[in-house]
Every structure is written in structure tokens, then in C-alpha cells.
């Protein structure tokens, strides 16, 4: 008997061991069927994000009589087609509905890794986000890794490159020539050259001289609000009014004869220095996914703009 003893002592550790592996089992399929309902639904919101943009991404309508009206909200007349164009615009920068779901969560993992790559000015590769995005979310990276360039672009003006496919290595460059840099205080900070780009997009649109209160309807589109905090954009009013005017890439002066008091922003000494109206225009065709040459009557103007000051 006791030869065999030992044989009897391993069976019911066999069947425990069998137990574990089935539960083991289970629970893997229930990973995967979970990851699967995922990708599912990470494929239908890309779809129903596609369909959206091939309504809404119309070319810009040329403003018959004033630029303003094309753009501004604050009389209540543009049409539906401008109201169309200008959430195009400003959709990809609503970043406050990056939590809402699991994939805008990644991508705001992403998005917020980056940033620190930049600032550190450190290139990035597709393994390091890999551990940031989850690499149980593999299959889901193309489209996080997408969808979080396209904010790094619209926000903070930051294109990202490749420079080594063989270990998919990036780099992260401001693509908008302006040399502003965040102050040392605002290092937690997210840059913020995109909206930068797109008020003076605004501005230039809207005859190169711009309501104080156009510009706040607008940016109530995009969650932004005087005198309310952002995540991003700190206080907008102190951001527009004292920051950027500071900086002389805006200004900001009263319009004459107006009682009671009322304010406009016009683009200042260092945006003209800086960029152009047809590097605008371009920046804000590549966020709309469009060409320039849909904005025909700006992008005259530009063009003209451009001729006219000339090679110093």
C-alpha cells in the first residue's frame, strides 16, 4: 500500500490543478469576448466620427457683404451652413469629452504623455506608448494614436513624425513657426499655439478686426467661457486680454466712439511677424481635412497679402 499511497496523494491535487486551468480558461475567453465588444465599439465610434465629418466638413461659404458674418453667432443670422463649418472647426479641440468612453480616456493617456515628451523634448516611440495606452489595447492603437496627434495638432499646434519606421520613432515639432515657449511657471501646461492659430483664423476671417464678443460666442462652442477656468487653456480671458497681448501676438484696444465701452482684437506686430494669413488659413484647412482653396475668397486675399509684402 504504501508504493501506491503517493499515486492517490496526487490525484486530488491533479483535479485542483484542473480546476484552476478550466477557471483559467474561462477567464481568458471573458478577456477576449470583453476586448472584442471593445474593438466593436471603438469601430462604430470611428464610423459614425467619419460619417459625421463628411457632413459637417462642407468648404467654408465667401461672406457676401462682411466677413463677420460668416463666422460670428452673435446676431443670430449665420446660416446653417456657416454654423456648420465653424463647428467643424472647432470640434476636434473640445477635448473635455475625451473621458466620456474608454478610447478618449487612451487617447487623453496619450495626449498627456506626449506633452511631457515634448516638453522634456525627447523623442517617443510606439513601445513607450504601448505602456501608457495598455498593451491589452494593441489592436486599438492605430486609431488612439490617431485620434491623439489629431489633438496634440488642433490645440497645441504639434506635429508628430516619424523618423525611424523600424522602431516607430517619433518626434514632436511645433509646425506653426511661433516662437513662443511656455514660461518655467507653466511647465504643467498644455502648449496652447493651435487656439492661438485659430483666433487669429478668426480675426482674419472676419475682416481682420474681430468683436471682443464674437470671439467669446465662438469659443462658448468649444467649452471655453471668460472668466470660467479650463483644464487646458487656464483663464481664457487673462489667456487672450493680457497673455497673448503681452506677447504682441494680439491686440486688444476699444472701439472708437462706442459707448457703453466695447472691445476688439486685432492680430499683433509679432503674429504678423511670425505667420501669414495663408499659413493661417492652411493650419485651419488641415484641421477641416480640407484644402485652402476652399476658402477661395480668404485664400485671395492671402495670396495678395502676401505679394504685396514681399521678399525683404
Known amino acids: ?47 459614425e466620427e467619419q460619417e459625421l465629418a463628411a457632413v459637417t466638413l462642407g468648404p467654408p461659404r465667401c461672406p457676401q457683404s462682411s466677413s463677420s458674418s460668416s463666422w460670428s453667432t452673435s446676431d443670430g443670422s449665420s446660416s446653417s451652413q456657416e454654423e456648420d463649418d465653424t463647428h467643424s472647426l472647432q470640434a476636434p479641440a473640445d477635448t473635455k469629452s475625451l473621458p466620456r468612453n474608454l478610447l478618449n480616456e487612451k487617447v487623453a493617456d496619450l495626449v498627456n504623455f506626449m506633452i511631457l515628451k515634448y516638453r522634456l523634448k525627447e523623442p517617443i516611440t510606439k513601445a513607450e506608448m504601448l505602456k501608457v495606452v495598455i498593451k491589452r489595447y494593441k489592436k486599438q492603437f492605430p486609431v488612439i494614436f490617431k485620434k491623439a496627434c489629431k ?18 520613432s517619433y518626434v514632436l515639432v511645433n509646425s506653426l513657426d511661433l516662437t513662443h515657449v511656455e514660461t518655467l511657471s507653466d511647465n504643467q501646461s498644455m502648449p496652447k499655439n493651435g ?71 486685432l492680430w499683433g506686430p509679432r503674429a504678423h511677424a511670425e505667420t501669414s494669413k495663408m499659413k493661417v ?3 485651419l484647412a488641415k484641421i477641416k481635412g480640407t484644402d485652402p482653396i476652399t ?18
Open 295 to 312: 476658402f477661395s475668397c480668404w485664400c485671395e486675399e492671402a495670396l495678395r497679402d502676401e505679394r504685396e509684402s514681399g521678399p525683404e
Open 1 to 47: 500500500m504504501i508504493p501506491g499511497t503517493p499515486e492517490k496523494e496526487l490525484e486530488p491535487q491533479q483535479e485542483e490543478e484542473q480546476k484552476q486551468q478550466e477557471q483559467q480558461d474561462q477567464q481568458d475567453q471573458q478577456e477576449e469576448e470583453e476586448q472584442e465588444q471593445q474593438e466593436e465599439q471603438m469601430e462604430q465610434e470611428q464610423q
Open 151 to 168: 489633438c496634440l495638432e488642433v490645440i497645441s499646434g504639434i506635429d508628430v513624425k516619424e523618423v525611424d519606421p523600424q522602431i516607430h
Open 195 to 265: 487656439l492661438l492659430i485659430i483666433i487669429l483664423g478668426l480675426i482674419f476671417i472676419e475682416g481682420n478686426c474681430t468683436p471682443e464678443e464674437n470671439i467669446w460666442d465662438f469659443l462658448s462652442m468649444i467649452g471655453v467661457y471668460a472668466g470660467r477656468e479650463h483644464f487646458i487653456y487656464g483663464e481664457p480671458r487673462k489667456l487672450l486680454t493680457r497673455d497673448w497681448v503681452q506677447q504682441n501676438y494680439l491686440v486688444y484696444q476699444k472701439v472708437p466712439n462706442s459707448d457703453p465701452p466695447r472691445y476688439e482684437f
Open 281 to 283: 488659413l492652411e493650419f
